[in-house]
């Protein structure tokens, strides 16, 4: 937005974008700092961390949204895990079967490896449709799908008698 200054013949048209840029920013800026918008905003394959103006406040929603995915995961997959002894008891492999068997699961990693694919997947064009990017990818990055389908269908509404409609 700041390379509309630069547009303006005028310098009361200067002044005027620049009058519109930092009341902008006064009226959106603490939106970033609010659970539900900076998940819908992580959570749109458009912006990811890409859109908040500060990179604490992107971080701390990469946080909040790792979180979100580990206990969808904790839900999900809290099944034991299945017996991997090998066929024949003097098989060589037998010290890792017992090995993988003993492995401690952790839902965090989870959660951190499937937000770090996502994150690092490239931004999707500005033109998709968020709901239809989750409708496609929504095998490829289930748990954090599953996050989407709840965050964005936050109303687009700033005035509390619009959103309650």
Not at 29 to 35: G, N
Not at 44 to 69: C, H, M, W, Y
Not at 101 to 116: L, V, W
Request: glycine fraction near 2%; include cysteine.
């Amino acid at each position: 937005m700041d390379g509309l200054k630069t547009k303006m013949r005028t310098s009361i048209g200067s002044e005027t974008c620049t009058f519109i840029i930092s009341r902008i920013k006064i009226r959106l800026s603490h939106y970033e700092t609010r659970t539900v918008p900076r998940l819908a905003t992580m959570l749109d394959p458009r912006f990811k961390k890409e859109a908040f103006g500060n990179a604490v406040n992107a971080q701390e929603a990469s946080t909040i949204l790792e979180t979100e995915v580990k206990s969808i995961i904790n839900v999900e997959e809290n099944d034991p895990v299945t017996d991997l002894q090998p066929t024949h008891p003097d098989n060589v492999l037998t010290f890792l079967a017992d090995r993988i068997q003993r492995k401690q699961r952790t839902f965090m990693s989870d959660a951190i490896s499937a937000m770090r694919q996502y994150i690092e997947e490239r931004n999707a064009d500005h033109n998709i449709d968020p709901l239809e990017y989750w409708k496609i990818n929504a095998k490829h990055f289930s748990h954090v799908a599953q996050c989407a389908r709840e965050y964005l269908c936050v109303p687009a509404s700033s005035t509390e008698s619009e959103r309650t409609q």
